[in-house]
């Protein structure tokens, strides 16, 4: 697969899976007698990851360290986890953050909605 259909399949620029090869968050892609770009199966496997990992906030230093240690293969489990379990605390953090503005949010939506069908049926 060609990196033009690959941007339509993830809807990710041509230029940002140029940059995430580049910067090593993927792993370098083979290419054809052409020199162009042709993404395997595996290929495609990592991008997801690090579609998931950029939006999922991981800095691209630490995508590129997991893709190095991935790389060097088992006696690197501990270190990946390691990476993997930080993200994770990181993003637990912010959903607490999120809940607890949903939570002030509906707080308020309840507060407008009494306060509009106490003034809507005045008993």
Request: aromatic share 8%.
């Amino acid at each position: 697969m060609y990196i033009k259909e690959v941007s339509k399949l993830y809807n990710i620029r041509e230029e940002t899976l140029r940059y995430y090869e580049k910067a090593g968050i993927i792993p370098k892609v083979r290419r054809n007698e052409s020199g162009i770009r042709d993404y395997s199966e595996q290929d495609l496997g990592w991008v997801e990851n690090a579609i998931c990992m950029r939006k999922a906030g991981m800095p691209v230093h630490a995508i590129a360290e997991y893709v190095e240690l991935t790389k060097q293969g088992d006696q690197t489990l501990e270190k990946r986890l390691a990476l993997l379990m930080e993200q994770r605390e990181k993003l637990i953090e912010e959903q607490e953050r999120m809940n607890t503005m949903i939570d002030r949010i509906s707080y308020k939506i309840r507060h407008f909605q009494e306060k509009i069908e106490a003034a809507n049926n005045p008993d």
